[in-house]
């Protein structure tokens, strides 16, 4: 494994990892086109759940305190919008802070990819793919946190697939990157066990069976302690309804008389709920998790029309086993990075497995970048023996 991290370090500058200057002037010209035409097209988007955020701006403004304390895994863009009320700014100065992260993620995403795949036209035409997923980049005139948590994530995955060493002062700022985007969406919690990954890369490679163990039990342990405390933050967070409800997308119940769980509910905690309904029902679970995911990976929608259920299936079910496809070739050289990429994904359809799908494919956005860059593997220009 040691020597799979060190290979990247061989290099400054090798051939087919730098970015020509027309190809950055593309990238640039080509996403401002899109998201231009997004604005033109949808204006600054302040309905549906942007609302909600809105609505929670003028609580926290009006109040000081957050209407329920769910809220501050949002407080992000809670904050933002607050400010904006507060000092009378138009809410375009929110809209063009998420335009800026998120061509930053995607010049990042381009370099990124360059590494990988030390070719530049592979690299060009992921990147593309990345610009040309209209439902992800359609998110960055919304009022909403999935611009920012998309662009964010993506910079925090590249940056330590970049990272080709250890470093006290790098930790600590990926651990302040997770927090801010822990900030951002309760699901930034889920990028937690990125860091651990790249402790074990890096410091505890060398170790013995029994302090790996141990090292990972402790952190799993404060990870599920740390949900654990989410998901009793109250408010709208009921991570049991969509069991008892049987929800398939999030906010569409399938039962009319919801199935009830005894006795955990009355200890109020949700987990333990959870966990009592899934010994209960573990046939319905597994019917439920097969339905999920069907709706997570098939991406189709039945109040989609057609040609929209055309376009998200031909656009993103090819991303999706091309991923499946690479895997063998990042076995075989490059299993950290493999690591980075390929985490979020399985993370976030295990999330989808045991709380819900969303209603417009956004946890499947969230990591779309990632398998754009575990499928274009495939197309990787192969390193020359140089030794």
């Not at 998420?98 to 070719?119: C, D, E, P, V």
Request: proline share 5%; charged share 10%.
């Amino acid at each position: 494994m040691s020597t799979e991290i060190s290979t990247p370090t061989r290099a400054v500058n090798p051939p087919g990892r730098t970015s020509s200057p027309a190809a950055t002037a593309g990238i640039v010209i080509g996403w401002l086109l899109v998201n231009g035409l997004f604005l033109l097209k949808n204006g600054i988007v302040t309905t549906g759940e942007a609302a909600k955020y809105i609505w929670q701006a003028q609580v926290l403004t009006g109040t000081h305190h957050f209407e329920t304390p769910n809220f501050v895994f949002y407080s992000v863009i809670i904050l933002l919008i607050s400010a904006c009320l507060k000092f009378h700014l138009s809410f375009a100065w929110i809209v063009a802070i998420q335009g800026g992260f998120a061509l930053a993620a995607t010049l990042y995403f381009h370099k990124t990819a360059l590494q990988l795949l030390r070719s530049p036209g592979a690299a060009l035409i992921a990147t593309s793919l990345l610009i040309l997923s209209f439902p992800y980049q359609a998110f960055n005139t919304f009022l909403q946190t999935e611009s920012l948590f998309q662009s964010l994530s993506l910079l925090l995955v590249c940056r330590l697939i970049r990272q080709t060493a250890w470093s006290g002062r790098f930790i600590i700022t990926l651990i302040f990157g997770l927090i801010f985007l822990s900030l951002l969406r309760p699901t930034g919690l889920l990028y937690w066990p990125l860091a651990g990954i790249y402790v074990f890369g890096f410091v505890l490679a060398k170790k013995s069976t029994a302090t790996k163990l141990i090292t990972a039990s402790v952190a799993a342990l404060v990870l599920v302690y740390v949900i654990d405390l989410a998901m009793n933050s109250g408010g709208e967070l009921d991570f049991t309804r969509p069991f008892r409800q049987e929800h398939i997308i999030c906010g569409v119940p399938t039962l009319l008389t919801p199935t009830t769980i005894t006795p955990a509910v009355s200890s109020g905690n949700q987990l333990s709920a959870l966990i009592t309904w899934l010994y209960h029902h573990p046939g319905r679970f597994f019917r439920l998790a097969g339905l999920k995911t069907l709706s997570f990976w098939g991406m189709y929608r039945s109040y989609y029309s057609l040609p929209h259920n055309l376009y998200l299936i031909a656009y993103f079910c090819p991303i999706s086993i091309l991923a499946l496809m690479a895997i063998p070739s990042w076995r075989r050289n490059g299993l950290l990075p493999f690591f980075y990429l390929a985490t979020p994904v399985l993370i976030t359809w295990l999330t989808v497995v045991f709380t819900c799908d969303d209603w417009s494919n956004r946890f499947f956005l969230s990591i779309s970048p990632f398998l754009i860059l575990l499928g274009a593997r495939i197309y990787a220009r192969k390193p020359q023996s140089s030794r």
